[in-house]
């Protein structure tokens, strides 16, 4: 995974390249988890252009696909998991960490390789569920359940009580065990005899991967130099992501 020490030394020579700048480790630390959420929700942005360079004939060989190498990477942040009714409200709390819903279906099971799950349709809109519900033809049955996806998630019909939900989840950390954490990506000092030292132990690695750095280099540099009104920050950032959108292009 991208290492938090790697990418804040890495932006520190950025900023301080002609001494016109100093990023603390406070200040890197502030705007270290916005970089990588931004970073993360642009992936998906960059399957569909890739797909759709893909479509056109222009995509290179699998081994260097730029749609499998994005699909890889947001794979990462798949997970399953088996919600049950809210006994309150009848609907079911979204996971306190979805970004976004991949697929759902009712919990069933797999016996002998077959699976007694049923597909979910995903729906997003409250006018069309509603027209759904008073038609003879379209009406859900536990066969062709539906739901309607809001602040929380509603399935119809109603005496479906377990769903399994496929989503990716939101990116957080990793700490220097090389466990995931649900701490924000964090560089963390140990200060002795007024010297700022690296503390490992109580830092936390970014969840993209580690070719990510580059990118997460960039991203903080741009969110700091509008922070710190700094345009010397900005416009080096902004030179640098010109340069890694051309890459991206081919």
Same mark, same amino acid.
């Given at each position: 995974?991208?290492?938090?020490?790697?990418?804040?030394?890495?932006?520190?020579?950025l900023?301080?390249?002609?001494?016109?700048?100093?990023?603390?480790?406070?200040?890197?630390?502030?705007?270290?988890?916005?970089?990588?959420?931004?970073?993360?929700?642009?992936?998906?942005?960059?399957?569909?252009?890739?797909?759709?360079?893909?479509?056109?004939?222009?995509?290179?060989?699998?081994?260097?696909?730029?749609?499998?190498?994005?699909?890889?990477?947001?794979?990462?942040?798949?997970?399953?998991?088996?919600?049950?009714?809210?006994?309150?409200?009848?609907?079911?709390?979204?996971?306190?960490?979805?970004?976004?819903?991949?697929?759902s279906?009712?919990n069933?099971?797999?016996?002998?390789?077959?699976?007694?799950?049923?597909?979910?349709?995903?729906?997003?809109?409250?006018?069309?569920?509603? #027209?759904?519900?008073?038609?003879?033809?379209?009406?859900?049955?536990?066969?062709?359940?539906?739901?309607?996806?809001?602040?929380?998630?509603?399935?119809?019909?109603?005496?479906?009580?377990?769903?399994?939900? #496929?989503?990716y989840?939101?990116?957080?950390?990793?700490?220097?065990?090389?466990?995931?954490?649900?701490?924000?990506?964090?560089?963390?000092?140990?200060?002795?005899?007024?010297t700022?030292?690296?503390?490992?132990?109580?830092?936390?690695?970014?969840?993209?991967?580690?070719?990510?750095?580059?990118?997460?280099?960039?991203?903080?540099?741009?969110?700091?130099?509008?922070n710190?009104?700094?345009?010397?920050?900005?416009n080096?950032?902004?030179?640098?992501?010109?340069?890694?959108?051309?890459?991206?292009?081919?």
């Amino acid at each position: 995974m991208a290492s938090v020490s790697a990418v804040y030394d890495t932006l520190k020579d950025l900023v301080n390249k002609d001494q016109n700048g100093f990023i603390t480790p406070s200040i890197f630390n502030k705007f270290a988890q916005v970089a990588q959420v931004r970073i993360f929700n642009r992936l998906f942005d960059d399957l569909k252009d890739a797909k759709r360079i893909s479509k056109a004939g222009f995509n290179p060989g699998r081994d260097k696909s730029k749609s499998k190498r994005i699909e890889e990477d947001l794979a990462f942040f798949a997970k399953t998991a088996t919600l049950s009714k809210n006994t309150t409200t009848l609907r079911y709390d979204k996971p306190s960490d979805l970004s976004r819903i991949i697929s759902s279906t009712t919990n069933g099971s797999v016996l002998l390789g077959q699976s007694t799950r049923t597909p979910i349709e995903m729906c997003y809109d409250e006018d069309k569920i509603e #027209r759904i519900l008073i038609s003879d033809i379209s009406k859900p049955t536990e066969s062709f359940p539906v739901a309607l996806v809001s602040g929380d998630i509603e399935v119809f019909p109603e005496s479906i009580n377990k769903i399994r939900l #496929r989503y990716y989840k939101y990116p957080e950390s990793f700490d220097s065990t090389g466990a995931r954490s649900v701490n924000p990506p964090t560089y963390a000092i140990i200060t002795t005899n007024n010297t700022e030292t690296f503390n490992q132990g109580g830092s936390f690695d970014f969840e993209l991967p580690d070719h990510y750095i580059e990118e997460l280099v960039i991203e903080i540099a741009q969110l700091v130099g509008v922070n710190l009104r700094d345009q010397l920050v900005s416009n080096q950032a902004q030179v640098e992501g010109a340069e890694r959108s051309k890459e991206r292009t081919f």
